[in-house]
């Protein structure tokens, strides 16, 4: 019925509602399969432009993981005593990031929450993406990865466990349970919509592909109800886990002495800064994409709306931490506590604390007002400060902790190297490699999801009430 | 449009998911295991044994602690002289044998590569059988007087034609012993008997030692730094 030929509608923008007028099933799933079931010669020029930009970052990833596996670990700034450097503040970085997509797939599926079907698809990818770029730093970072199977309690030779009582032992089950569970998650979600793009391809090796990764799914009512049952599930096993991964990641400092990282309140606010950075990202990647695909009837300025205000919320617990270390180092009264704070605010890094201060504090106060949260550039702008106050919030922690402990005669300190910035930036050549592969052979948006929601909307006045959806 | 999979397509994804995931694991798991602790791998047996100069068969010309310690009852530190003052146990120079062999056989055939080794003063390439990594610092003097005899790691070694691993050195060997002494420990009048078996009341008598050597506790001997310094 639909032709791929479509013109692009003209841009009205839907302020009030999840959905903008005059959606119906069948334009729901053929606006979303129709980005997908084009041939691959006719991909659009932007997607290919994007992807060869991606794909260079990516390449110098794989220079610099290259380099790093065959020189070591020399090749970057950290040395004694800032051991940890660019590839635990990055690996914190991106699994934040990760957190939204949970929270937005998991904990607002229980609750029952609308506004997360049209977003949740894109979000748990990112999800996926940004662990996959996480979890490659700590595997990398001895530089020697091809040792990383001494992370796991396997029987060895050796007679020796892993240290259990370490939390980076923790994290190491923390993030592989983190990973497998978001990916079974995202793939259990992802069949029904495979079968619609098996079904409506034309290609038979399209159909093949996707038939294959659908697993052999007929859309019966036993389908439809083993799928619930899966999905709530695995949504119960995800609700703890945007809780307890950055938790335990915040252990990793908490549980160490080092005045700056031996905090109570870390796990709370790590988990709040998770979220902070996790929606910034969402939404910075967001804008263009509807733009660029049409989305805007069913990505609507609600839904941004709505995840600037949980922005809001988490930023304030976050700025909240901020004052509390100021606090704590005041009420502590131990002078290595209250030397860190003054290190913090006129030390050598003062700027890179004012930064922080400036980007996740100040800059995102804007967000109050309605008019501002719903004008996408500005958006976009605060979205884009958050993620840079977030990279900053970890260099805070880690950098400035390390570089001056408790003795004065181990001080030193610390630049980032050319190898430093290039694993950091190249690794945003993996995740839009994997992102605009994403947008290109998997429905962005959850077709069956939408037209669940169509279906309620549009049959509001017919007494439907919550159907669940068995009637998609 | 005609489907891309028929029925049968379930058997075979089923038959794979339940017989062929189990199986590949099995197998990998079997290969690792033989990979990391088959005798083969680490050397272990007589029949693993390291090939030296003169060859393995024994008798025909190889040093054979069997007719030196065992028939002649040479004592070890006549030849590994290191024993009991450093970490290594010294293998004898050509010198060791021919303080004897000046005398005893000077004509035999088969100590040829002694005589050529002494006249152009050249050592004897005897190849390594028992060999740490690099990394793990081994000392066998504490080891030899805090009551651990050589046939505890070695062997009976006054049995051996031809000398070969009997233990494949493990980290978990050493600490399997660090963690608890007493189960090896012997007198120390008792150490480089080679035939020595432990007593019924092993534990009691090991324990004994412990306390007379001052042998430190489990935790103290398997702190890392003991063997990775």
């Known amino acids: ?472 | 449009m005609a489907q891309v999979f028929n029925r049968r397509t379930n058997t075979i994804v089923r038959l794979g998911i339940f017989v062929g995931v189990p199986v590949i694991l099995a197998l990998l798991t079997a290969t690792w295991w033989y990979y990391t602790r088959s005798d083969w791998v680490r050397d272990v047996g007589v029949a693993h044994a390291k090939v030296q100069p003169a060859g393995n068969i024994p008798g025909a010309g190889g040093y054979s602690h069997q007719l030196h310690v065992g028939g002649l009852k040479l004592d070890c530190r006549y030849c590994h002289t290191g024993v009991e003052i450093s970490s290594n146990a010294n293998i004898p120079p050509t010198e060791t044998c021919m303080g004897c062999h000046a005398q005893i056989l000077p004509k035999s055939t088969k100590l040829e590569y002694i005589r050529n080794s002494y006249e152009k003063d050249e050592p004897v390439q005897w190849n390594k059988v028992n060999d740490l990594p690099k990394f793990v610092y081994f000392n066998h003097s504490i080891h030899v007087a805090k009551g651990v005899g050589c046939s505890t790691c070695h062997g009976n070694i006054a049995s051996m034609a031809v000398v070969y691993k009997t233990e494949a050195l493990y980290m978990s060997w050493c600490l399997n012993c660090h963690r608890a002494p007493e189960k090896f420990l012997r007198p120390q009048s008792e150490i480089f008997n080679t035939a020595w078996t432990p007593p019924a009341d092993q534990i009691a008598q090991g324990l004994k030692l412990k306390k007379d050597l001052n042998i430190r506790t489990s935790s103290q001997l398997t702190n890392c730094s003991i063997c990775h310094r």
């Open chain 1, 1 to 472: 019925m639909q032709s791929s030929k479509q013109l692009k509608p003209p841009v009205t923008e839907t302020y009030d509602s999840l959905l903008a007028p005059g959606q119906s099933l069948n334009s729901v799933t053929a606006k979303i399969s129709d980005i997908i079931l084009f041939p691959v010669l006719k991909t659009p020029l932007g997607w290919i432009i994007g992807f060869v930009a991606a794909g260079l970052l990516l390449m110098l990833y794989l220079y610099s993981l290259a380099t790093l596996f065959t020189v070591g670990i020399g090749i970057w700034g950290i040395n004694i005593p800032v051991a940890w450097g660019f590839d635990i503040i990055n690996f914190v970085w991106w699994i934040g990031i990760g957190h939204a997509g949970t929270l937005i797939s998991a904990i607002l599926l229980l609750f029952r929450q609308d506004w997360r079907t049209s977003i949740n698809r894109a979000a748990e990818a990112m999800t996926i993406f940004a662990v996959a770029c996480a979890g490659i730093y700590p595997l990398i970072h001895t530089g020697r990865p091809w040792l990383d199977y001494w992370f796991l309690p396997y029987p060895s030779t050796l007679g020796m466990w892993p240290q259990f009582r370490s939390p980076l032992e923790w994290d190491v089950f923390a993030i592989s349970t983190y990973a497998t569970v978001s990916v079974l998650f995202w793939f259990v979600g992802l069949v029904p919509d495979l079968a619609t793009l098996r079904d409506r391809s034309t290609s038979p090796i399209a159909k093949t592909l996707y038939g294959l990764a659908s697993l052999g799914w007929r859309g019966a009512a036993k389908h439809w109800q083993r799928y619930e049952v899966a999905s709530l599930l695995l949504a119960g096993l995800s609700t703890p886990l945007v809780l307890s991964v950055h938790s335990i990641i915040s252990f990793d400092f908490a549980v160490a002495q080092l005045p700056g990282w031996h905090v109570t309140v870390f796990p709370p606010y790590f988990v709040a800064g998770a979220v902070y950075c996790g929606f910034a990202m969402v939404i910075v990647l967001m804008i263009p994409i509807r733009r660029w695909f049409g989305l805007e009837g069913l990505i609507t300025m609600k839904h941004f709306d709505v995840m600037s205000k949980v922005m809001l919320a988490s930023g304030m617990i976050v700025t909240y931490g901020y004052f509390g270390e100021i606090f704590y180092a005041w009420y502590s009264s131990s002078i290595y506590e209250y030397y860190l704070i003054v290190n913090r605010f006129t030390g050598p890094y003062a700027w890179s604390y004012w930064s922080l201060i400036l980007f996740n504090v100040l800059i995102p106060q804007v967000l109050w007002s309605k008019k501002l949260r719903q004008n996408l550039p500005v958006l976009f702008f605060v979205s884009m400060a958050i993620n840079v106050g977030m990279w900053f919030e970890r260099w805070v922690i880690i950098v400035l902790s390390l570089h001056r402990d408790f003795l004065p005669s181990s001080w030193a300190s610390y630049t980032p190297t050319f190898y430093d910035w290039s694993t950091y930036i190249g690794s945003f050549g993996l995740f839009f490699v994997l992102f605009l592969l994403f947008i290109r052979f998997i429905p962005m948006i959850a077709i069956f999801e939408v037209r669940d929601l169509v279906h309620k909307t549009t049959a509001h006045t017919a007494e439907h009430e919550d159907s669940g959806h068995a009637g998609a």
